[in-house]
């Protein structure tokens, strides 16, 4: 094959980031729901001829590290490449066909020219409901993933361009915000064909030969540049270990141990020693496990490395079949960035070993999920979904971010007032929470608190949060940031404090829901914190002058002078 041009090469990768930006800005502008439109949980990307990912919009990295192992499992066990035809679009959300869980929903198209496949474009929305024992479908109490909605096994949404209406008709009626899916799938369906035909002209400008070559020329870049980062850390072995809370069905913490080997310019991260599958929704299967596994290693290694199937290569990942990271059927999967993101975190444990300046503390570690069933006066059913975040840890070159969303998940947050004038909740509370951000020369992110009151006659609360038992771990002496709580003051005063993980938790008008999240853990002694910092902190708000005595040793000025 004959050697592409760099520069030639480089606009071709540039045009097809292009062509998935297209696709994002897409389904940005005609979805429906919250969860899509303003939290922007969805992701494009673009795979080569063989379901390769090639390039990929700046959207949600768990969503497009997996993208391609999706797509590998439908052409190997369920529609092969030579059974799609041009204008058709498969659809799957089976988490035991490559999915993630039910709620996000993957859509594929084959781009033709000339009568020839020159690639595949591919979307991933997650839905605000796909039916299940919960409102949102994250359903606390499930024990196997059929408690959890309705399951679509890859299969043709679209058929050579005509519409299947009894498939789309048939999702409708297992959901429960119906319109919104609707909207939905359909801004799906409308960015793939945008996709296709950015594609389409960047094989036609260039030619479908020089195309092809030059997505195998930017896999092998993107596995050269992995393989010199990888190279760059010296050889050696290290373990790390993190606990999650629970599987919101038993009081049994959950194991994640991870061991990292790296020798020359490849690394192997071995996952044995992790807890069994659970009963609860929090399991994970391989193509999760490893999307977190790619996200650690690639935001740990490769800031300039362009994101693709290249970068996996130097990459081998040993999961032990029927444990809680390598889950079998029919386990429940709904709530599994629960253990997702510690999965992050504990590889981040490991390296920060390995390359001690380059990793941070822990960050909050958790997508704070949740879900309200509301039922309004006129009898309309709603789902209100929403997704929180919290602190960042401190690093080597400053504080963590406070409230900043993650780059697992990358989020954003739903504006309240938007959400109010949608939904029947009026928030009382929403700001940074003092003193969550974990102690240390350079101090963890805060966390957040999240506070609304329930305007409707009645409704249901589930949540998937996590950190109320195990706090987000600081480095090299820093402290632990804070841990989360979730709170339901009723109306007439009374208070209760919930679980982590829970569905069903009954609401009345009047009555005021309080989520509270997790600060990033520190980095450094707390007492080589620089005073000046300190007291900016303090006089911020952002540490009380209670936990800076308590956490820092610091002394007010007046005390000063008084103990001299």
């Not at 041009?86 to 033709?112: C, K, M, S």
């Not at 190279?231 to 919101?248: H, K, M, N, R, W």
């Not at 141990?257 to 391989?286: C, W, Y």
């Not at 704070?368 to 979904?385: D, E, G, I, M, T």
Request: with cysteine; proline share 6%; net charge negative.
């Amino acid at each position: 094959m004959t050697p592409i041009d760099p520069v030639r090469l480089e606009v071709i990768r540039n045009a097809l980031v292009a062509a998935s930006e297209e696709m994002s800005l897409t389904i940005w502008r005609t979805s429906r729901s919250t969860v899509v439109r303003e939290i922007l949980d969805f992701s494009t990307a673009v795979f080569d001829a063989e379901g390769r990912n090639i390039a990929q919009s700046a959207r949600i990295p768990v969503h497009l590290n997996s993208m391609s192992d999706c797509l590998k499992r439908i052409l190997e066990a369920h529609i092969p490449l030579e059974a799609w035809s041009e204008g058709d679009v498969i659809v799957t959300n089976d988490p035991y066909a490559g999915g993630q869980h039910l709620p996000d929903i993957q859509t594929f198209r084959p781009v033709f020219v000339d009568g020839k496949r020159v690639a595949i474009v591919g979307t991933l929305c997650h839905h605000v409901d796909v039916g299940g024992g919960a409102a949102g479908s994250y359903y606390a109490a499930a024990t196997e993933i059929f408690h959890e909605g309705i399951r679509i096994p890859p299969l043709r949404l679209v058929e050579k361009g005509t519409l299947n209406t009894g498939v789309f008709e048939m999702l409708l009626y297992n959901v429960r915000q119906a319109e919104e899916t609707r909207g939905d799938l359909n801004a799906q369906i409308a960015a793939l064909g945008i996709g296709a035909k950015a594609v389409a002209r960047i094989a036609r400008k260039y030619g479908s030969e020089t195309l092809s070559a030059a997505m195998s020329a930017i896999l092998d870049g993107s596995e050269r540049m992995m393989r010199a980062a990888i190279a760059a850390l010296p050889d050696g072995t290290a373990s790390f270990v993190e606990t999650v809370d629970d599987d919101g069905q038993s009081e049994e913490p959950i194991r994640l141990e991870v061991t990292i080997t790296k020798a020359g310019d490849s690394i192997t991260l071995d996952f044995a020693g992790s807890s069994p599958q659970v009963r609860g929704p929090v399991n994970n299967t391989p193509a999760m496990t490893c999307s977190a596994v790619y996200y650690a290693l690639l935001a740990a290694l490769g800031s300039d490395i362009p994101a693709n199937s290249g970068c996996y290569r130097p990459v081998s990942v040993v999961l032990p079949e029927g444990s809680v990271v390598n889950a079998q059927f029919p386990a429940p999967v709904a709530g599994r960035m629960v253990v997702n993101h510690r999965i992050a975190t504990a590889v981040f444990g490991a390296l920060a070993q390995i390359a001690p300046e380059r990793i941070p503390a822990a960050y909050y570690a958790i997508s704070y999920v949740y879900a309200v069933s509301l039922v309004r006066p006129n009898a309309k059913r709603q789902v209100y979904f929403d997704i929180e975040v919290g602190g960042w840890g401190g690093h080597a070159g400053g504080d963590g971010a406070s409230a900043l969303s993650c780059g697992l998940h990358n989020n954003t947050n739903a504006p309240i007032e938007m959400v109010e004038a949608k939904y029947p909740v009026v928030f009382t509370r929403y700001g940074l929470l003092p003193d969550s951000g974990g102690a240390g020369e350079n101090r963890g992110g805060l966390g957040l608190v999240r506070e609304f009151r329930l305007e409707a006659p009645e409704g249901s609360l589930s949540t998937n949060f996590e950190r109320f038992r195990f706090p987000p771990y600081g480095i090299k002496g820093g402290k632990p940031g804070s841990l989360s709580s979730t709170t339901v003051t009723r109306a007439d005063g009374s208070a209760v404090s919930l679980n982590s993980k829970v569905s069903g938790i009954p609401l009345q008008a009047g009555d005021t829901v309080t989520i509270k999240t997790s600060g990033g853990g520190g980095f450094g002694n707390p007492a080589d914190r620089d005073p000046a910092r300190l007291a900016e902190d303090i006089a911020e708000g952002l540490v009380t002058e209670e936990a800076a005595r308590t956490l820092y040793g610091y002394a007010s000025e007046a005390e000063k002078g008084e103990a001299a």
